[in-house]
């Protein structure tokens, strides 16, 4: 289903906790903003302000980052952009105190309950889409990441194949809505593996990983007491992954995204090689029901070309 307005929170909420990477505690606020505000994100203590788009991306390796005209701005944004492309927010305003989202649980659930704690209100503004017109494919070994047209909103197939007992080879899919995204995805954790702990911290990463936000692997399986949210977590992640990923294309896409063992880097990359292609994509926007007084009859949502600047 097409959304036909733009969306935005009905009030402010505020979250604590810790960046996965930095280990640094972390405080997010977010706020309504008005029609095509985009999401924008603020850096309090450093008064750096950027929006959240594919120039704005400044590295994808492990975590999405994003930067402004000064250098990195904010890291670790995927699960917050996951948050408002799964529930239909087009619009908000992010403030955060240091260089990192809180990682929270290690999903997107806690940003779905604050969220819904003040509700999600409508403009009367139409919402506008990337609709996709031609196949943009990206390959990186047995890897790749692919967008094909389709019409009915954001469509996701999702591929992982780990050499693991636990994990093995899982897929998912399913077209992206907001019942879709509380129900199937956003409970989803982030996951690592034991094998890489020397590693990721010698380089930096990973300082804020415990079995309280990330689903720990040993070669025996799952360490965490709580086990599993879903019977695939895994692949359900990376899905969640994917879709605050392709977020950072500014508008919400009308296409079918399809990747095979995929990540962060590969997401961005289709991301880039999109926008890239003036003729791969079209602007266009949902039409607005005409105005009817005393009655409360909803619009069908009609994809109709929007001559708007390019992206």
Known sequence: MIAVRQRTLADSVALEGVGVHSGKPATVSVSPAHSDAGIVFHRTDSRQTVRAGRNAVRGSDLATVLRDSS???????????????????????????????????????LFVEAFDSVGIVEADRARRYLKILKPVRIENGESFGELTPYDAGLRIEIEIDFQHAVIGRQRYAATV???????????ARTF???????????AGYALGASLENTICLDA????????????????????LDALGDLAIAGLPLMARYRSYRGGHKLNFAVIDALL?????????????????????????????????PDL
Do not use: C
Not at 220 to 239: C, S, W
């Open 71 to 109: 250098g990195p701005a904010v890291s670790t944004v995927e699960h917050l952009m996951a948050t408002f492309a799964g529930l239909g927010i087009d619009n908000a305003h992010v403030e955060i105190d240091g260089p990192e989202v809180p990682i929270l649980d290690g999903s997107a659930d």
């Open 177 to 187: 809505s907001p019942d879709v995204f509380r129900r199937e995805l956003s409970r």
């Open 192 to 202: 690592g593996f034991v094998s890489d702990v020397e590693r990721l911290w010698q």
């Open 220 to 239: 025996n399986g799952v360490m965490n007491d709580t086990g599993l949210r879903y019977g695939d977590e895994f692949v359900r992640h990376k899905a």
């Open 276 to 308: 890239s292609d003036r003729s791969a994509y079209e602007i266009v926007e949902a039409s607005l029901p005409a105005r009817r007084p005393l009655q409360g009859l909803a619009g069908v949502a009609v994809a109709a070309p929007a001559y708007a």
